[in-house]
């Protein structure tokens, strides 16, 4: 970041002064402490940290610990409402797929899945909030917060990933189907809708919940875009909109907090899949 | 088989009549003409013009060089790097150390748009950051798959039967598992392709475009959007080339995965 060719302190002094001489530029990097070499400034940067005290956006003046924890519920929800909606969906559509056993359907929803992964997100956003904003007037264009709002972002965030995991769900369920125990419980006499329920889903389940739960980390870079076209005022906006006006000390934050949910969720999806394995063993 | 093998040479096909279709573009895509705006079809404007008059057939297929040209010249850095660095940090070369593997891990559990974000954060958005951010993070990940893949290679016999016989250390890796692993390798890179095309045109429809003055698909549907009412065709062009796009390197990835499995 530091690295940059654009000067911190030049660029925050034309947004606050207009036209600023050499020596106003000079004195806003002293009083931001841009004069001090690198390492100083990470350390110093590094105590705020701990101190949770990570410096004043250089646009809107306020302090950026504040807005983070103003925009990350926000985010928080709407990945937290999707990834519900996403866990359903797989399951349901996936265990449909093992259901129906005509082979044209089974092929369509294949097909589905791939024009589903390729569609961009910002694509069935738009076109979400045209057809249910625009035309019917069921949702507001601007301004989605709550819990009511965070829904149609929500959904538009889902598509990519139950498009992306219903056929491996699918996979695992075929793969278990044909293990052994299957068979066996066929042989009790148990019907296909009772082993499906009470043994493959879960089975399944065990089977995508670790990367899934790495999705929900990717989830939230994931947002930004979403979170643009809904104009959610949440963490990936603060990210974009910092990137854009050039704001050092938020882009350092943001990126930091989204850098350390991701690792968070990957810490959580490792232990959940060595919890796994033992009870496998 | 054969149908596969068939797909992929169509998908092949297809991705390089996107990428070179712009010598055969009709009008200049940065030419504007305010008297002739949202024109329908015609003789010299095959699927019309746009809100400031430019031919949105030349402009499709210049949008289409830029983000294609992005990702082929990304593809291949990230094919030759990060095959070589994933070669490198196998356990035939420098060993098992938990150091590297940990440190492996926590670079590519950060997603490339964070990267993305960083970059064009430190050095303004462009052509040259766009793929300087999407080398970097799909080569580690890239990196980190060849490392994985050639660990499990190392293990089967017939590497045991090649170093018995004397085989170097690159031999081995160049010569008996690269071809071994390289339908996984092939998948993984058109697959990501197909994430960074997604990715590129949703940056540059938020604003976080390639550059003023270049032509892409992203800015082509942001634009189009503002106009939506007056001519809501003009949004569908972009939007069916970048789908297309994305779902034949898609299509070509699962299947050239779908290579290794005997079906």
């Known amino acids: 970041m530091r690295v940059s060719k654009v000067d911190p302190a030049t660029a925050y002094a034309k947004r606050a002064i207009g036209n600023p001489t050499e020596l106003q530029i000079e004195n806003i990097r002293i009083s931001m402490g841009f004069d001090k070499p690198l390492p100083v400034q990470y350390f110093s940067w590094l105590k705020g940290l701990f101190q949770m005290d990570l410096g004043k956006s250089l646009v809107s003046g306020y302090s950026v610990w504040d807005e983070i924890w103003k925009a990350f519920p926000k985010t928080l929800l709407i990945v937290g409402i999707s990834s519900i909606i996403q866990f359903v969906s797989i399951i349901v559509i996936g265990s449909l797929m093992f259901i129906i056993k005509n082979k044209l359907i089974r092929r369509l929803f294949k097909i589905l899945c791939i024009v589903g992964i390729s569609v961009p997100s910002f694509y069935i956003s738009t076109l979400f909030l045209d057809i249910f904003g625009v035309k019917y007037n069921l949702i507001s264009v601007t301004n989605n917060i709550g819990f009511k709002g965070s829904i149609p972002p929500a959904v538009c965030l889902a598509v990519f990933i139950i498009c992306f995991y219903v056929p491996l769900f699918y996979n695992g369920l075929i793969k278990e189907s044909n293990e052994d125990y299957s068979m066996y419980l066929r042989c009790q006499g148990l019907s296909e809708f009772k082993i499906l329920r009470n043994h493959l889903i879960p089975n399944g389940i065990l089977g995508i919940i670790p990367s899934f739960l790495q999705s929900i980390g990717l989830s939230i870079a994931g947002a930004t875009v979403i979170e643009r076209v809904f104009s959610v005022p949440g963490f990936g906006y603060l990210i974009v909109n910092s990137v854009i006006e050039r704001d050092a000390p938020m882009i350092h934050s943001t990126v930091f907090f989204l850098a350390f949910f991701i690792a968070l969720m990957n810490i959580i999806a490792d232990i959940i899949n060595e919890r796994i394995e033992g009870e496998r063993s | ?263």
Request: hydrophobic share 50%; with cysteine; aromatic share 10%.
């Open chain 2, 1 to 263: 088989m054969n149908k596969k093998y068939t797909t992929i040479g169509i998908s092949i096909i297809l991705i390089i009549l996107m990428f070179m279709s712009f010598l055969f573009a009709p009008n200049d895509p940065k030419e504007a003409d305010l008297m002739n705006r949202f024109q329908s079809s015609s003789d010299k404007y095959l699927l019309g013009t746009d809100h400031l008059g430019r031919c949105v057939l030349s402009r499709l297929l210049y949008g289409g060089k830029t983000t294609l040209g992005i990702i082929l010249f990304g593809g291949l850095i990230i094919f030759i790097v990060g095959t070589l660095l994933g070669m490198i940090f196998s356990k035939s070369i420098i060993g098992t150390y938990s150091i590297v593997d940990g440190a492996i891990n926590a670079i590519t559990s950060i997603p490339p748009i964070a990267y993305l974000i960083v970059f064009i954060g430190a050095w303004g958005n462009g052509i040259r950051t766009m793929i300087l951010a999407m080398t970097v993070s799909y080569s580690l990940r890239y990196m980190k798959l060849v490392k994985t893949k050639t660990d499990l290679e190392l293990k089967k016999a017939y590497v045991l039967c090649a170093r018995s016989s004397g085989a170097s250390k690159f031999r081995i890796l160049f010569i008996h598992v690269l071809p071994n692993i390289f339908n996984d390798m092939i998948e993984f890179i058109s697959l990501s392709s197909a994430d960074m095309i997604l990715t590129i045109t949703g940056f540059s429809f938020i604003g976080l475009n390639l550059g003023d003055n270049v032509v892409d698909w992203g800015t082509m549907i942001l634009e189009a959007r503002n106009y939506g009412l007056v001519n809501p065709k003009l949004i569908i062009y972009p939007i069916l080339a970048v789908i297309i796009s994305s779902l034949t390197f898609n299509i070509m990835g699962s299947s050239v995965g779908g290579l290794n499995s005997n079906d």
